[in-house]
């Protein structure tokens, strides 16, 4: 197997567009890779048990932007940047936690909008950031601005109207005051693979996958130049879908991100780490990326179990974390690690000797007052 991390050689800036230098191309951010009650989980904390969680006891000392395994609902962010240089920022899906992702994120990855939405089932982690939308759009009293784009399936688009029928665009009755809320244009999407559609220039092809045997949830296909296949909530892949985005089927994959709730065991509505590097194996995609996960992963202890995996099997697969860019992998090995799951900043060590680091500045600090 070639020595590759997920991100190597671009393959994610150049999943979608026209690649380049770093900055200049395209790329994928993480904005969210956990379960639907995000990590750390509050029972965790205000129930702890004897001994802690490990992984949601982290969030007690280590700022979320460093702590892999703080996760917020999944979501990702496409920058794309078309062959004529034209940038367009595509979310798909803004659940519980947008706002937050919004804050943490876009301020660092300096995402300045959203141009549009791809929303993949109206389920809360999905689409209770919707109402948020309109902190990120241009303040207007009378609402007269741009609507951002939302691509949603008709199923998605009745449940929606009912949590949020203030969102729908409807003329004011008389008398009836304005109120702000998000702008947002809404577009029906077919449930079929042979039924794409384009969202801010960037084509998708639907991925009908079933979310528990009677719900059905789309997945998205979508690059020009690398094939990235995304699928947040499945617990079955269809056959017609899985013989589209597999190697033995219509053609490999360069990058599958792909649902994992538990480490062990079986979930109704979900793949579970052994069911989902089954499909990794049928699918064979080159590189996988999993998200949706629980407390029960650990990001750095089980990303080494998943070194040994892709080892052996020849795939490579890791989990992604929040925060995640496909671009930093051209910065060099340091930002190889990072990708990986280790980076500096990241290791348990080197976070200790960086708090002993800390320690010492403080007692010179204290012995400079003491002279004075």
Known sequence: MENQN????????SAVGNGGRSGDG??????????????????????????????????????PDRNPNYRCNTSLLIDYCSSDGIRNYIIIDVGKTFREQVL???TFHKIPRVDSIVLTHEHADAILGLDDIRAIQPHSPTNDIDPTAI??????????????????????????????VAQLDWKIIEEHYDKPFVASGL????LPVMHGEDYLCLGYLFGEKCKVAY?????????????????NGAGQLDLLILDCLYKKGSFNVHLCLPQALEAIKRI?????????M?????????????????EREGIHVQLARDGLRGEEVKKGKRMMRYITGTHPFQNPLCQIKAAICLLQLIERFKKHLQAI
């Open 151 to 180: 691509y949603l399936t008709r199923h998605s688009m009745d449940s929606i109207a009912t949590k949020f029928p203030y969102l729908i665009q409807k003329k004011l009755r008389e008398g009836q005051e304005v109120r702000r």
């Open 26 to 63: 395209s790329a994928l951010i993480f904005l969210g890779t956990g379960c639907s009650s995000a990590l750390p989980n509050a029972m965790c904390l205000i129930q702890p048990s004897d001994p802690p969680c490990q992984v949601c006891s982290q969030s007690l000392s280590i700022p």
């Open 203 to 206: 084509k998708f092809f639907p």
């Open 6 to 13: 997920p991100l190597q050689n671009g393959a994610l800036e």
């Open 294 to 310: 629980t407390h029960e992963f650990d990001h750095h202890k089980d990303n080494e179990f998943l070194m040994e995996w892709s």
């Open 284 to 292: 064979c995609p080159k590189r996988a990326l999993l998200i949706g």
């Open 104 to 106: 943490r994120w876009f």
């Open 231 to 247: 699928i947040s909530d499945v617990s079955r892949f269809p056959s017609n879908t899985e013989y589209v985005i597999s190697k």
